[in-house]
């Protein structure tokens, strides 16, 4: 499988004709148990919270993305994260950084606070961070790269190494970039993350997460809570995501083409203040992102010049952008970070961290770049 070029794999990996009658499509095995011959004595599959065939051939293709030898899906992002969470032993100590998805935010400050330690710092100042490691001694570092909101970047190799030298693992949310174009076991990293219901399916129309890693002992832990606890994912939605993750390297491509072409747009419209985008040189770490990543992706934030009244005309005058939660869909959505996405981070935290009520967050879908850019320009108009 390593050999094949990723466009093949989204294709072919788990892709297989159904033996029994030539389906080129795999069937949906919509089944909650499996017939045994005896007790015991089975095809390798007995209840659909453990497995489930098409479950499977999601995991195969999955894995083959992001070269990993072992693959778990389940039935949100959030879900895959706390499958981490209860693999640790209790009493852990979690190094996470300051920027993440907001419901991230809340499942380890408000949920698991009860069984494990959390210390939020920038992974972005390898420096600093390297202290906090040495200190801290954490079981596990969690990192998203490019972070949401704010798309700030963190060194996947560098920080990997620092966590092997005090035994820590490391977590990396691959999200932002999907396997297209980020690959942090290939970095080092220990554990890939993604929510599925973004680019790996595409089509807003799933909910689902994934774990990818390459240890033994961590398939053996992963799958023991996964079936403890029961976050499996429906096999309609699985076949959903498998083709979906199809057409993963045409949509990247597109998504890029378009974010390449509005982020300059933005970078020179006098109602915008600043513009975040791992593609433009006047990102800070532009050039770790050329080092890391095979692209810079779909997602774009923007200050606005103005505050909460102008960012509101321009969010209820955009047409083709819908004004939604979520992102990594064909279409192209806008988010309010500081009211939508991470509300749940408390006021002063968010301010901290510069998510301001003038921050906005594109993810810019595959529609014609012209179109897009007249959606804005009309928008800009009304503030
Ligand atoms: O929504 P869910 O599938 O449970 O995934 C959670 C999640 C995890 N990691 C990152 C980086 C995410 O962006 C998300 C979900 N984010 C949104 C819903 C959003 O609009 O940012």
């Known amino acids: 499988m390593k050999e094949m070029k990723f466009e093949t794999k989204v ?41 489930n065939p098409t479950r499977t051939r999601l995991q195969e293709c999955l894995a083959s993305t992001e070269n990993a030898k072992h693959c778990f899906v389940t039935a949100s992002g959030l879900s895959a994260s ?12 979690i190094l996470c950084g300051d920027d993440v998805y907001g419901g991230t935010y809340r499942l380890f400050s408000k949920v698991f606070p009860e069984i494990h330690h959390y210390k939020f710092v920038d992974t972005t100042n390898l420096k600093n961070l390297e202290k906090e490691i040495n200190e801290f001694k954490p079981a596990l570092i969690w990192l998203e790269t490019p972070t949401n909101p704010l798309l700030k970047i963190s060194d996947v190799r560098a920080i990997s190494d620092l966590a092997k030298k005090v035994g820590s693992l490391t977590v990396v949310d ?31 129309d799933v909910v689902g997460g994934a774990l990818m890693f390459n240890s033994d002992e961590i398939r053996d832990k992963i799958f023991f809570y ?8 429906s096999p309609f939605d699985s076949w959903l995501v498998l083709r979906g993750l199809k057409t993963l390297a045409v949509r990247m491509k597109a998504h890029e083409q378009n974010a390449i072409k509005i982020s300059t747009f933005l970078e020179n419209h006098p109602k915008v203040e600043r513009v975040v985008y791992p593609g433009l040189k006047s990102h800070p770490q532009h050039d770790l ?8 992706g779909g997602m774009i934030t923007f200050f606005l010049k103005g505050g909460i009244a102008e960012s ?15 992102l990594g869909g064909v279409e192209s959505l806008v ?19 510069g998510i301001y009520d003038n921050l906005i967050r594109l993810s810019v879908g595959i529609e014609d770049s012209d179109d897009l850019i007249k959606d804005l320009e009309i928008a800009f108009s009304k503030v």
């Open 289 to 296: 992102a050329k080092k890391q990543m095979k692209g810079f």
């Open 82 to 93: 706390t499958l981490i969470m209860h693999m640790l032993p209790k009493g852990s100590k």
């Open 312 to 326: 509101r005309r321009f969010l209820e005058n955009l047409k083709l952008f819908a004004l939604a939660e979520s």
């Open 174 to 204: 691959n999200t932002f970039m999907s396997p297209f174009f980020q690959n942090p076991l290939d970095q080092g990293a220990d554990i890939v993350l993604h929510s599925m219901t973004k680019f790996i399916n595409g089509h807003s």
């Open 335 to 353: 988010d309010h970070p500081a009211i939508m996405t991470h509300a749940s981070i408390p006021k002063e935290v968010r301010e901290q961290l």
């Open 11 to 51: 294709i072919h990996v788990g892709g297989e004709p159904d033996p029994t009658t030539g389906a080129i499509m795999p069937p949906i095995f919509q089944t909650s148990t499996y017939v045994q011959s005896s007790p015991g004595e089975h095809k390798g599959y007995e209840y659909s919270r453990s497995h």
């Open 226 to 233: 996964q079936n403890a606890i029961g976050p499996s994912q």
